[in-house]
T-cell receptor
Framework: GQNIDQPTEMTATEGAIVQINCTYQTSGFNGLFWYQQHAGEAPTFLSYNVLDGLEEKGRFSSFLSRSKGYSYLLLKELQMKDSASYLCAPMDSNYQLIWGAGTKLIIKP | GAVVSQHPSRVICKSGTSVKIECRSLDFQATTMFWYRQFPKQSLMLMATSNEGSKATYEQGVEKDKFLINHASLTLSTLTVTSAHPEDSSFYIC????????????FGDGTRLSIL
């Protein structure tokens, strides 16, 4: 079957760094997307990884290891507005995104 | 770029009413559009995938006669919830993807549907 494993909830302090881990199992693999979803809003696209390694985009970076079925999202210099759910969504062989429940990130002052 | 507009943002109506939700890609051609529903604190649930000019592909358990999807152009898809009942109350979100399968999906702002 296909599944995604992310922590349900994480708490971090404003200005700090947090790493959100994701392990996945899919039927085939065409890359992995990370999305941010604020409460009551639709998801917004953050990053896409298809090759192993780290992709950096401003305060956010995403890492992928295909052999381990593992990815993480790294958020630096945390701001209060970063409080949201972060969704790890791998793409399977049918080009379908597989969605989990995401990780709710709570930022404290 | 990659803006998707979804209307209306909120609907409150009586049981038995049919509700139409529009999803438009404003600055790109969306060859594929997706319709999701999401219950509080749960993951996105894909309802159907539609390609421009062809019939939508519905996920298992989604009634195609109840959730009518039309994707008449490369920039517009509509979802009509027919004869809505309280159990249809949910957050409905569309997304659009440009040409090529390995493209990010860009989401509309969602429609919060409340059936009284």
């Amino acid at each position: 079957g296909q599944n995604i494993d992310q922590p349900t909830e994480m708490t971090a302090t404003e200005g700090a760094i947090v790493q959100i881990n994701c392990t996945y199992q899919t039927s085939g693999f065409n890359g992995l997307f990370w999305y941010q979803q604020h409460a009551g809003e639709a998801p917004t696209f953050l990053s896409y990884n298809v090759l192993d390694g780290l992709e950096e985009k401003g305060r956010f970076s995403s890492f992928l290891s295909r052999s381990k079925g593992y990815s993480y999202l790294l958020l630096k210099e945390l701001q209060m507005k970063d409080s949201a759910s972060y969704l790890c969504a791998p793409m399977d062989s049918n080009y379908q995104l597989i969605w989990g429940a995401g990780t709710k990130l709570i930022i404290k002052p | 770029g990659a803006v998707v507009s979804q209307h209306p943002s909120r609907v409150i109506c009586k049981s038995g009413t049919s509700v139409k939700i529009e999803c438009r890609s404003l600055d790109f051609q969306a060859t594929t559009m997706f319709w999701y529903r999401q219950f509080p604190k749960q993951s996105l649930m894909l309802m159907a995938t539609s390609n421009e000019g062809s019939k939508a592909t519905y996920e298992q358990g989604v009634e195609k006669d109840k959730f009518l999807i039309n994707h008449a152009s490369l920039t517009l898809s509509t979802l009509t919830v027919t004869s809505a009942h309280p159990e249809d109350s949910s957050f409905y979100i569309c997304s659009a993807r440009g040409t090529g399968e390995i493209q990010p999906q860009h989401f509309g702002d969602g429609t919060r549907l409340s059936i009284l």
